[in-house]
């Protein structure tokens, strides 16, 4: 289970910090990272972290949003700073676990963010 917190309404320019608290040791996934879903548009990449600690982000939060973890709390964070108004989404957790051949795939129920004067 991956459950979401941090988000809210902020002005742009603005920061917030995204939490995702898994209720297992997070060293199982082989990926975590976070999506975002505006009205109308697809689910986006923002940003991945394997079990490498290698990252990757969607180009359009490149310099602005930064992803971690802290194993021994079992959360993985998104920091996210300069936010622009078209930051504004549902932002979901998403952790990816490969066994074998087979790939699993968990969501948390995701966090609204905000970004208006």
């Known amino acids: 289970q991956l459950v979401e917190s941090g988000g809210g309404l902020v002005m742009p320019g603005g920061s917030l910090r995204l939490s995702c608290a898994a209720s297992r040791s997070i060293f199982i996934f082989d990926n975590m990272g976070w999506y975002r879903q505006a009205p109308g548009n697809e689910r986006e990449l923002v940003a991945v972290?394997?079990?490498?600690?290698?990252?990757n982000y969607g180009d359009s939060v490149k310099g602005r949003f930064t992803i971690s973890r802290d194993n021994a709390k079992n959360t993985v964070y998104l920091q996210m700073d300069s936010l622009k108004p078209e930051d504004t989404a549902v932002y979901y957790c998403n952790a990816v676990r490969r066994v074998g051949i087979e790939r699993y795939n968990y969501w948390g129920q995701g966090t609204q963010v905000t970004v208006s004067s």
């Open positions: 972290m394997g079990s490498g600690r290698v990252t």
